[in-house]
């Protein structure tokens, strides 16, 4: 079975600041990818950033990078001098061939950002 | 490069009768997956077409239909509608491959409200 678990239901940061968003994930496939999107009110979801677990690094994109501690099986994402745009539903998500390449979603994390 | 084109974007119905859903997928994506997304239960996996072949299948009611056409366009049909079917239900578009590297983008959703 598969599993994402974002244990945060809403996060509050400062504009400019850094913030966290967990994620933990459980599968017993050896091979899968780890990836979160944004959802912003309009409802798209927008992908972020994609990290494989034999990658050997974490993964970057502009101001968002992931944490990846595979023995721990978490997934964090950072986001770095946050943005009043950034405020959105954020969804960490998970495919293996276990599942069947289907990509499952946890159940979110709304973050709020304070000008 | 057009995205994925979700129509109608929004939609009333009342119970007891069927809809239909359209989503247009990225040019070159062959792959569509549809997702039903509620406040309670979060985003949850409905089915995956791949070359007019329904590949995965979530956990949902056979009210709940799809199927994809040769162009990749697909349609997702809900029949003898319930209240709470009530959701916004989101397109993916995918370029396929049986990967766990393998990126979805979304479309905007369509927002659908039984009465």
């Known amino acids: 079975a598969q599993k994402i678990t974002q244990t945060q239901p809403g996060m509050f940061v400062q504009e400019k600041e850094a913030v966290t968003l967990d994620c933990t994930y459980d599968?017993?496939?050896?091979?899968?990818?780890l990836f979160w999107y944004k959802q912003p009110s309009s409802g798209e979801m927008i992908f972020l950033i994609y990290?494989?677990?034999?990658?050997?690094q974490n993964a970057t994109e502009g101001r968002y990078s992931l944490n990846f501690q595979k023995a721990r099986k978490s997934a964090n994402l950072v986001i770095s001098a946050s943005q009043l745009g950034d405020s959105a539903m954020y969804f960490c998500a998970m495919r293996a061939l276990v599942g069947g390449f289907k990509t499952i979603f946890g159940a979110g994390t709304r973050l709020f950002v304070k000008a | 490069k057009a995205g994925v084109t979700q129509t109608p974007r929004y939609l009333i119905k009342t119970r007891g009768q069927q809809v239909t859903l359209s989503c247009s997928p990225i040019?070159?994506?062959?792959?569509v997956s549809w997702y039903q997304q509620t406040p309670g239960q979060g985003l949850q996996f409905l089915f995956e077409?791949?070359?007019?072949?329904?590949?995965n299948k979530g956990n949902f009611p056979g009210r709940f239909s799809g199927r994809q056409f040769s162009n990749s366009r697909s349609e997702m049909n809900v029949s003898t509608l319930e209240l709470g079917d009530s959701a916004l239900y989101l397109c993916?578009?995918?370029?396929?491959?049986?990967?766990?590297?393998?990126?979805?983008?979304f479309g905007q959703g369509t927002r659908l409200t039984v009465v």
């Open positions: 599968t017993s496939d050896p091979s899968y990818g």
């Open positions: 077409y791949f070359s007019e072949t329904q590949r």
């Open positions: 040019s070159g994506h062959r792959s």
């Open positions: 990290q494989g677990s034999y990658d050997q």
């Open positions: 993916a578009s995918s370029l396929g491959g049986q990967t766990s590297h393998t990126e979805a983008f």
